[in-house]
């Protein structure tokens, strides 16, 4: 389910293949056999596009990015305009496939267009601080302004229109003369100001439902007073607009839209209309306010624990680094400067690279291996290790502190209680898609011995970071502990 969800420019493709389809079957009498014929021929032929959607979608890049955009040109600059221009080729009467090819390229075209334009965009005019600030209130105030104006300049360009205006009456039709709206300017300042006094009228009604009865009323009192709230407001005030509208002389030259009497109920159901359809709107933005309010919450509680956890886990490293030169020290090895300089590149990494929220994996590579090669200086018998990575790309980012946590525990639980030869593999795969970690060592079961904090702030750290895309097992059998992790990346 967690693949199908990510495709979701797929899926768009998909119901717009069943729109099409749908469109093909009005007037047929055999509407379920063309509807399917319409169907396989889009989802045959157009195919590619789906393909192509379905891989950039998993890969888990941009269109333009990397071999995605090798694959987007061949297809939607290729592959496209060449099947659009044979099926228009083919076009005739009697031929349903050709058609629905053709349609469909077109409406390919133009989707793949707006899903561009929505990527690489919208997401960029979110940040612009006008748009950000601009509130729903604010936003369909401006949208009944540009309304008005239009109806506005279409009423203008319908005067003396034998279509449109009669003596009685002014039908406003779909059409705009920028001459006709110049030569009677004054004109169309006063029928859009009297206009946009219409849409005010609703506008009042939806403001008050927006930051009083929803937000206040609904929300605290629930809907019985909602429902009081909303009656009351329209009958207080529904008669007083409704003389307003009536008395305006643009309402007269479109034949009377609005009666002479106020009080008529056509009024009130308007009223009451305007507050029915924004309810829900208004119900779904609240929603998105709680739920945006909460997942912040619950990202300051993930941050605020992950640095409780990182804290905890520092320590529990210095003690370790200061074991090693504590026993390097004894011996007085000549290695002693060397390894103290190596103990200052681990102290550092811990301490500085652990305050970002992600390194690169060949960054963590090393880290894992200065601390192997330290701990062999302790080790008094041989180590049989093995290190096998296989790495795609050095600078995938992961999170820092992970992989040592096995390394770790298994020199400290493993390796060092070893009585006989002792071993070590490790075996790490990563690519733009996952990282995959396994450990094995040597294993010597000693009882009354505390866990310790490494592994349970692992677990936590992953399920924090790496929440339902991640994998943990650790098992010991024969004297062999085996731990496992696997961490999607997508």
Not at 215 to 244: D, M, N, T
Not at 385 to 412: C, R, S, W, Y
Request: glycine residues 8%; contains cysteine.
């Amino acid at each position: 389910m967690g693949a199908l969800a990510r495709r979701k420019d797929t899926w768009l493709y998909v119901g717009l293949f069943c729109w099409i389809s749908i469109g093909f079957t009005i007037g047929r009498d055999d509407y379920w056999a063309a509807y399917f014929q319409s169907l396989l021929a889009s989802l045959g032929l157009w195919s590619p596009v789906l393909v192509v959607t379905w891989v950039r979608e998993g890969s888990g890049m941009g269109r333009f990015m990397g071999r995605n955009r090798r694959i987007w040109l061949g297809c939607f600059l290729g592959y496209l305009p060449l099947l659009l221009a044979l099926s228009a080729a083919l076009l005739g009467p009697g031929r349903l496939i050709w058609p629905v090819v053709f349609t469909g390229g077109l409406c390919i075209a133009a989707l793949e267009c707006v899903l561009a334009v929505e990527s690489h965009y919208i997401g960029r005019l979110r940040e612009v601080k006008w748009v950000r600030r601009l509130s729903l209130e604010k936003a369909v105030l401006i949208s009944i302004t540009g309304l008005a104006l239009l109806l506005g300049a279409m009423a203008v360009s319908s005067l003396d229109n034998p279509l449109y205006h009669s003596g009685k009456q002014l039908l406003i039709g779909f059409e705009i003369h920028f001459l006709k709206i110049a030569a009677r300017f004054p004109t169309f300042i006063s029928y859009s100001l009297q206009l946009l006094v219409m849409y005010l009228a609703g506008y009042f009604f939806f403001y008050i439902n927006s930051r009083w009865l929803v937000p206040v009323i609904l929300k605290e009192r629930g809907i019985l007073y909602y429902v009081l709230c909303s009656s009351a407001l329209i009958g207080v005030f529904y008669p007083f607009w409704g003389q307003l509208l009536a008395g305006l002389p643009f309402s007269k030259i479109l034949g009377g839209v609005f009666s002479a009497n106020p009080f008529v109920a056509e009024n009130a159901f308007g009223a009451m209309l305007v507050l029915l359809i924004s309810l829900p709107v208004l119900l779904a933005i609240q929603w998105a306010r709680q739920n945006s309010l909460i997942t912040a919450l619950q990202h300051e509680k993930s941050l605020a624990e992950l640095d409780l956890l990182k804290q905890q886990l520092n320590p529990h490293f210095f003690f370790n680094t200061l074991n090693n030169l504590y026993a390097l020290s004894l011996q007085r090895s000549e290695q002693t400067p060397e390894s103290i300089l190596q103990l200052s590149e681990l102290m550092r990494y811990v301490i500085y690279k652990a305050r970002e929220p992600f390194v690169r994996v060949e960054e963590e590579v090393k880290y894992l291996n200065d601390y192997i090669q330290l701990q062999k200086i302790r080790l008094k018998r041989s180590l049989d290790l093995q290190f096998d990575m296989e790495i795609a790309d050095g600078t995938i980012l992961i999170a820092p502190l992970l992989l040592i946590v096995f390394v770790e525990n298994a020199f400290k639980h493993g390796v060092e209680n070893a009585e006989g030869p002792a071993f070590l593999h490790i075996i790490l795969k990563a690519d733009c898609q996952s990282v995959r970690f396994n450990c094995e060592n040597s294993y010597e079961p000693v009882s009354n011995v505390q866990t310790g904090i490494g592994l349970t702030n692992l677990r936590r750290r992953l399920a924090l970071l790496y929440p339902g895309r991640h994998r943990i097992t650790t098992a010991a059998d024969n004297g062999v502990f085996r731990a496992s992790l696997e961490i999607d990346l997508l």
